[in-house]
């Protein structure tokens, strides 16, 4: 079956499908011109034909993305960054559980301290999102 064919059924199943929950006039109109403003991208960019190819990772990809935005946040020199720096390296060397256990340390030496919080949330938070990802690309 074409890519051709394909888009202009799911054109018309959208459309009909608009109409049949109630969308009339000037909304119905707007979901058209949606609809062929993105078969005009897919007629311009869209390649039916060729085979997909799978999107190669970056290996150079930073473990912990975080780093610049937080010290563009807080500062570069803070009293409490030393923990920060250590927790960040063993993320990105893949130690994620010693990373996560120095900031646990930190936060206990220095409940107050927001950037440690952040620090804790970004760390664990970029920890799952990285296994999340790496299961979805395995499975």
Do not use: C
């Not at 912990?64 to 960054?81: D, E």
């Not at 206990?108 to 299961?135: C, K, N, Q, S």
């Amino acid at each position: 079956m074409s890519g051709w064919l394909i888009l202009l059924l799911l054109i018309a199943a959208s459309l009909g499908l608009l109409r049949l929950f109630g969308v009339r006039g000037a909304m119905l109109q707007a979901a058209g011109a949606a609809l062929l403003f993105g078969a005009a991208g897919y007629a311009l960019q869209g390649h039916p034909g060729r085979a997909g190819v799978p999107a190669k990772g970056s290996a150079t990809a930073d473990a912990v993305a975080l780093t610049g935005a937080r010290q563009a946040f807080f500062g570069s020199f803070t009293r409490n960054q030393h923990w920060l720096v250590i927790s960040e390296a063993l993320a990105r060397n893949g130690n994620s559980t010693d990373s996560v256990g120095i900031l646990q340390s930190a936060v206990r030496e220095h409940p107050d301290d927001p950037e440690l919080w952040v620090g804790v949330i970004a760390v664990v938070l970029v920890i799952a999102m990285v296994g999340v990802l790496a299961t979805k690309i395995r499975g």
